[in-house]
């Protein structure tokens, strides 16, 4: 039987909505579900994570790092999606009333070659993957979604400490949570520390129009993982040892690639995963994520790793909880 998308709906105040991060990143509250039993406990700063892991976990981050997605170019608001040297894919709103310019479509000194029907509008440029994130840096602004409405002082608390590769348009937000000492804290602790990559863009935010989620197309995104990277989280599974993803982008990078090759191994390309309820998990055996929005695939796939149930469960703990929800928000940890 097909499961309707409302299926994964839940009532939130709008108030909870967390409007800017809390100082220092890890004071987020933190809130721990046993996927297994439904048991939830509560953590009052997420810093108490290290007491959650294990000395021989495997932490998995997305080292993806934000750009300034958001341009203004002739009274258009431009948003893109992905960067390719020579092209661009943006959201354009207004994108109907661009008008013909010598038989093409100009938008600033970018071409609009086609529109798909989802809206997505690919633009050419003259310049290069690198020259054009160098335009976003001096032209653009932080990105930050729609049900953010207060403006944010530091652009760099929308961005992860360890990111390093840029071409995300949306933060990996499970990773927004820590610091450089809670990561050294959990090296001394002997948790072996991994990094892939995982470039957000449309696929992960993209809200889900179906009446099914089985009736519901991902956006293919950006991934990347080296051989000696997905070696060493091998011996870890083989040694019995946790490996838990920080975030569901990553847990995208790690099951997605073995879905493709039935092994974990090197890959650099796209992969449109939709992990639903009924997945086989092969990883990850826990999930550091924060509070995803109704309906939406991270719900999702939060739910095929701890069960509908449990997690709606939590959700509604979290209401009475009052925790701070979605990308500025508090923490969950499903074990």
């Known amino acids: 039987m097909p499961t309707p998308v409302t299926d ?11 409007q800017v991060p809390v100082e220092p990143r890890d004071a987020s509250r933190l809130l721990v579900l046993d996927r297994h039993s439904g048991e939830i406990t509560h953590r009052p700063r997420f810093s108490e ?27 258009f608001e431009v948003f893109i999606l992905k960067v390719r040297d020579g092209e661009i894919d943006a959201l354009v709103k207004g994108s109907k009333k661009l008008k013909m310019e ?12 086609s529109k798909t029907d989802d809206g997505v509008v690919t633009l050419k440029t003259r310049r290069s993957a690198l020259e054009m994130f160098e335009f976003c840096e001096k032209h653009g602004s932080v990105p930050t979604p729609p049900y953010v409405t207060t403006k944010l002082t530091d652009p760099e608390r929308y961005q992860t400490v360890y990111a390093k590769s840029i071409g995300s348009v949306a933060a990996p937000t499970a990773g927004l949570h820590f610091t450089p000492e809670l990561i050294e804290r959990a090296r001394l602790k002997g948790i072996q520390i991994e990094e892939v990559t995982l470039h957000v863009g449309l696929g992960t935010f993209r809200p889900v129009l179906a009446d099914h989620i089985e009736e ?13 990277t997905a070696s060493r989280i091998r011996t870890a599974k083989i040694e019995g040892r946790r490996v838990i993803a920080v975030g569901t982008t990553t847990v995208r990078v790690l099951e997605g690639v073995v879905a493709l ?17 009924g997945f086989r998990f092969q990883i990850i055996s826990g999930l ?5 929005l109704p309906k939406s695939t991270l719900l999702m796939l939060v739910s095929a790793f701890a069960g ?3 997690v709606l469960s939590a959700y509604q703990r979290a209401v009475e909880e009052k925790y701070r929800f979605f990308s500025f928000g508090d923490a969950m940890f499903i074990r």
């Open 308 to 310: 509908r149930e449990h």
């Open 49 to 75: 994570i290290i007491d959650e892991l294990n000395a021989d976990d495997v932490l998995v981050f997305n080292v993806s790092k934000v750009f300034n997605a958001r341009l203004q170019l002739d009274g």
């Open 8 to 18: 994964f709906s839940y009532d939130l105040p709008e108030e909870f909505i967390a």
């Open 102 to 113: 010598d038989g093409k479509r100009k938008i600033g000194d970018f071409e609009m070659t």
């Open 216 to 228: 519901h197309v991902m956006h293919a995104e950006f991934v990347e993982i080296n051989e000696p």
């Open 261 to 277: 090759f039935s092994d974990l191994r090197e890959f650099s390309g796209e992969i449109n995963m939709f992990i639903m309820p």
């Open 288 to 292: 550091i994520t924060n509070f995803h």
